[in-house]
């Protein structure tokens, strides 16, 4: 196996409309196994998958938006939402799901795993990326 | 070069499983090296061998086969978006129950887990997709 690599699946799509959102959010789960450095970015309406309270009843599709919230606990712990993104659409990150993970190295520590960053800073994280996953 | 090629899109209905194609087919002319090409989302339809296009156009499916049987390429179907979407092979018919496959030749079923080690192993990761 080769040095650890940065990945990062970058979410661009609403989370319903298409399967993209779900089935980046199972490389992510499955990933998460193989212990690289690993980030999600949310941008344009890509944000539309954190939001809280989703109710999907009316569409009978199942509602994965609870998954989310298990993230850290697979060590999924660098959450980038862009902050243009929000503003465009007309929300802040009060309408998103408050998503944690627990500092193992700072007595199991809660802390916050989204980071909001803005557009520019977006474009430096990918950057910085060995590995992209574009859904 | 190594590289890891992955396809999320089904053919026909979209360009990039061609480009993909034209792609890793210009790739391994230049003589480089393709670790394997992963099929993703509605990806997972270019390997069906029962497609049946229209004579005077070209055939997605016969084209993987066949650069597959001449460069020995590892070809992957994800098997949880094959499942969703109905490609089965032997393995997955018996464990399914399906009275039928229809994995086209020089394709296999597996895990995401290819998609990730593709990334580790491989210098670059080429996504073709929406």
Sequence with gaps: ?135 | MKLTIQVNEGPYQHQSSDTAYHFTKAALEKGHEIFRVFFYHDGVNNGTRLTTPPQDDRNVVKRWSELAAEHDLDLVICVAAAQRRGIVDDGEAERNGKDATNIAPGFRISGLGQLIEGGIQSDRLVVFGD
């Excluded at chain 1, 193989?34 to 970015?41: G, K, M």
């Design chain 1, 1 to 135: 196996m080769s040095d650890i690599k940065k990945f990062m699946y970058v979410n661009r799509r609403a989370p319903y409309g298409t399967i993209y959102a779900w089935e980046s959010l199972e490389v992510v789960l499955i990933g998460a196994a193989f212990e690289q450095d690993v980030s999600l970015a949310f941008i344009d309406d890509g944000v539309y998958q954190l939001t809280k309270g989703q109710d999907t009843s009316g569409i009978d599709m199942k509602n994965f938006s609870p998954t989310y919230s298990a993230l850290g606990d697979y060590e999924v712990n660098k959450i980038y939402v862009e902050k243009e993104s929000l503003e465009e659409r007309g929300l802040t990150l009060d309408d998103l799901q408050h998503l944690v993970w627990e500092d193992e190295d700072d007595d199991w520590a809660e802390k916050d795993s989204i980071r909001l960053v803005s557009r520019a800073e977006m474009a430096d994280v990918l950057a910085e990326q060995d590995i992209l996953f574009n859904f």
